[in-house]
């Protein structure tokens, strides 16, 4: 018996008991078009974070810190000069000083007819001009303040969304041009920004000095500083820079008596990819448990296909059918099943890829704007891997059915009824 005759029997024991096939074959399509759709997802998921991390990934964030060595120097707190100091530094591109803390938030007056003077919890942000470019923020309506309003100490502020919400009901345009009042001083909103999910929705954002003058007093301190590295892969090197430049100035003799500290998110953006990656294999292997019930269908369906054809061995091999002949027709019809359940596993879970990409930004406004534009990732390697582990399935499933069948003797099947 040749291979090709070897597979048009196969199909057609497969097409005359189509429904016990369908039932067979549902486990594999199930495993497989899981396993392709979570991959999708988690792939999608990785890549959409990535999007939103990435351009944070070349920032360095330092704040004031006390020494954890008993009886170490006093601390020195983040000053201008410190700012102005790290700026010289050949692999730090830009350097935003930062004063920083939660304060009270008030409409000076009613914004409408129906509505009358409302309060917000915000977290007040005095910095430069180059605050929004920096930490990669967009606005959605008017504008941010330029380097003329930083050095006048203007009296303007950027709102997050969530003060817009909480003070002028979510209308951006009632709040542009409106008055807040921050500790009793007015103050005119020329900009709001778009979401970036919470707690970035709570920032208030005005020039630095103006932040001094009217919010937090006078004075060179700051709380915060953002540090924005030449490229990612130059990040170590303005990290070492930053506390070598920082231990001079504040000398510090000692990493555990240092009075600052400074982060970069590149760590964080390779933890967060390594997590999801793991989560991803997970809910994978998971899936792929329906694979192995798929696999335990296709023995039970050869068992009983060689036990129905019992008599039809035994007449095969009476006319001089050879063992070789008898184990490769049921192992041959064994992963044509396997074969198509796992083509059509392939096909839904490509499929259903698909559809969650298309109704995915429906729910854009409940996942939040870190998944605005999500959609699931399919790649060859987990389509081809449930595919091939589909029809290795099969091969491994119709072993012992085939066995089974070949160690028949002839005249014993022939008695069969």
Known sequence: MTLREAVLIALRAVGAHRLRSALTMLGLIIGVSAVILLTAVGNGVQKSIGARIEPLASLITIVPTTGTTPGGPTPRNLTDADAAALQKAPDIVAVIPEVTAPWLIKTATAYSTTHSTA????NVVGSTDRWLEVNDRDIETGSFFDEAQVHAAARVVVLGTTTVTNLFGGDSAAA?????????QPFKVIGVMKS?????DK??????????NYVFGHGDILNHATVQAASVAAVPAAEEQVNNILDARHRIRSPATRDFEAQSLTSAVTTSNQILQILTLFTSAVAAVSLVVGAIGILNIMLVSVTERTREIGIRKAIGATNRAILQQFLVESIVLAGFGGLIGVGIGVGLSGLVG???PAFTSYLGSTFAGFAPVVTVVPVAASFAISLTIGLFAGCYPAYRALRLRPVEALRYQ
């Open 119 to 122: 309060q917000s919890l915000g």
């Open 196 to 200: 970036a999910g919470l707690p970035d």
């Open 176 to 184: 542009l041009s409106s008055r807040v009042q921050i500790n009793g």
């Open 358 to 360: 298309v109704i995915a």
């Open 203 to 212: 920032d208030v954002v005005m020039p630095l000095d103006a932040a001094r």
